[in-house]
């Protein structure tokens, strides 16, 4: 484990290029926060100790707004929107191997079934 300071960060995906938005669209996303290590990527352990402070805000152009909070089963990230239902609401591609750096991307399978791609615009680190 590194000794470089781990930090809840507030990630701003937007949708990455489709066929049906060719120059990616700032509407259609997610806001949230989450603990990021050293290199950006998930860090479990200290989701454990703070995942009541990681929340999502789904966003996309048409709907009203989702929001629910990011959670950890089994090793796989999802975002969990209705805390009355089991299911995964929406689950991440592997996000456990991903970084959340500015530019990088990651795909997140809606709750249709369909995996869109976004790109990461925002990781700021939250004070305290």
């Known amino acids: ?13 937007e949708l990455a290029r489709t066929k049906g ?3 990616g669209s700032s509407a259609h996303g997610y806001e949230f926060v989450a603990p990021l290590d050293a290199e950006g990527r998930l860090d479990p352990a200290l989701w454990r100790t703070t995942r009541e402070r990681c929340r999502v805000r789904r966003f996309w152009a ?43 991307y990651v795909s997140i399978r809606d709750d249709d079934g369909e995996l869109h791609t976004f790109r990461v615009v925002a990781a700021d680190a939250l004070p305290g």
């Open 62 to 104: 048409g709907d009203d707004d989702d929001l629910g909070r990011l959670e950890l089963r089994r090793g796989n990230w999802f975002f969990h929107y209705d805390p009355e239902a089991d299911e995964d609401d929406e689950a991440g591609y592997k996000l456990a191997q991903h970084t959340f750096n500015i530019g990088d």
């Open 21 to 23: 938005f060719p120059d």
């Open 1 to 13: 484990m590194s000794d470089l300071p781990r930090h809840l960060h507030r990630v701003r995906l």
